[in-house]
């Protein structure tokens, strides 16, 4: 067992709720799985807060996985956003599952996360273990 990198991000909620409203952005759309969105929808009367612990989990990934090259960019495309999806177990506990490129490049890797929120900030932390 080895620790190939370790990501952190936070997020400001009021801004990404704020990016979020904005005309003609498609973020939702194209940086959540279906399943990321059904989950904020359904979750509180403020989807924003869940979307942007999201984001930071997404965020926190990119970077663990950036750590683990030597601080290079993962080369899986323009938007990897929904390549790195936010799923619930059965009690809630939060885990990423990767889609495409993202499964391919990192087949072994296992990647624990932590979500947390507290007033307008969202976080998350992701560690990626081999």
């Known amino acids: 067992m080895s620790i190939l990198g370790v990501g952190l991000d ?3 909620v009021s801004e990404f709720a704020e990016q979020m409203e904005r005309v003609g952005t498609t973020m939702v759309r194209d940086s959540f799985t279906a399943g990321e969105r059904r989950h904020a929808a359904t979750k509180s009367s403020d989807p924003a ?13 990119l970077k663990a996985w950036a750590a683990s090259r030597f601080a290079r960019a993962p080369q899986i495309g323009d938007n ?6 936010v799923v619930n177990d059965a009690w809630g506990r939060p885990s990423i599952k990767l889609h495409g490129m993202a499964a ?6 296992k990647i624990h996360l932590s979500l947390t929120h507290d007033g ?3 976080g998350a ?4 273990e081999e």
């Open 125 to 128: 932390v992701a560690i990626l």
């Open 10 to 12: 936070l997020v400001s």
């Open 80 to 85: 990897p956003y929904p390549l790195i999806e």
């Open 120 to 122: 307008d900030m969202a």
């Open 104 to 109: 391919e490049f990192l087949p072994t890797v």
């Open 49 to 61: 807060r869940h979307y942007a612990a999201r984001w930071a989990a997404k965020e926190a990934v």
